[in-house]
């Protein structure tokens, strides 16, 4: 199985200020079509996750810019340029490129 | 509005069997792989495997692999998980979520979830 490490586990942010999520996969994630199948999701207290940055750094409908993400091979790397009040969770990088797909640990964003 | 409708909490004592669901609405039901994801109390996400409801193609996590069942009803566009004899570990959440294939490779919809509790 590929294995998702993600960094911090924890991340205090002051509002307005960045942050950043690093993914490193356990092997390479290009899959035999020449996609990257990196994938990352957020999930606030109490909701389901939700689909946040697609193929390492496609933004879903309604996804605010502040969210980017980038990265290729083995390593990945989600950014939210001003954290919100609103921002605050878990957030889960997923691998889709090869059977079974497997998720990070997850990272706490919260307040300081 | 595309929708994937959970079915409710479920409380089972172990060795009990269960089938939890999840109803799609507002899209192709058969057009798209279904997954379920468990979260166990306080824990992350585990992907446990996909379905495919047109012709019922399944892929599971071998770490599920023997433990669930995957299923689906397309003539009634739902897809189900479930246990023949449960166990207290498999106290978790369980998420569906809709795929999308070919070439991409993600799960845009997710279901509210549907919480199992198993205890004595």
């Known amino acids: 199985d590929i294995v998702m490490t993600q960094t911090p586990l924890s991340s205090p942010v002051t509002l307005g200020q960045p942050a950043s999520i690093s993914c490193r996969s356990s092997?390479?994630?290009?899959?035999?079509?020449?996609?990257?199948?990196l994938s990352w999701l957020q999930q606030r207290p109490g909701q389901p996750p939700r689909l946040l940055i697609y193929?390492?750094?496609n933004r879903f409908s309604g996804v605010p810019d502040r969210f980017s993400g980038s990265g290729a091979g083995t390593d990945f790397t989600l950014k939210i340029s001003r954290v919100e009040a609103e921002d605050v969770g878990v957030y889960y990088c997923?691998?889709?490129?090869?059977?079974?797909?497997?998720f990070g640990q997850g990272t706490k964003v919260e307040i300081k | 509005e595309v929708q994937l409708v959970q079915s409710g909490a479920e409380v089972k004592k172990p060795g009990e069997s269960l089938k939890i669901s999840c109803k799609g609405s507002?899209?192709?039901?058969?057009?798209?792989?279904i997954g379920w994801v468990r979260q166990m109390p306080g824990k992350g996400l585990e992907w446990m495997g996909i379905?495919?409801?047109?012709?019922?193609?399944?892929r599971y996590s071998p770490s599920f692999q023997g433990q669930v069942t995957i299923s689906a009803d397309k003539s009634i566009s739902t897809a189900y998980l479930q246990w023949s004899s449960l166990k207290a570990s498999d106290t978790a959440m369980y998420y569906c979520?809709?795929?999308?294939?070919?070439?991409?490779?993600?799960?845009?919809?997710w279901g509210k979830g549907t919480t199992v509790t198993v205890s004595s």
């Open positions: 979520a809709r795929l999308v294939g070919s070439g991409s490779y993600y799960m845009d919809v």
């Open positions: 507002g899209y192709s039901f058969t057009s798209y792989w």
């Open positions: 379905i495919y409801p047109g012709d019922s193609d399944t």
């Open positions: 092997q390479s994630l290009v899959h035999s079509d020449g996609n990257t199948y």
């Open positions: 193929k390492i750094s």
């Open positions: 997923m691998q889709a490129t090869q059977f079974p797909w497997t």
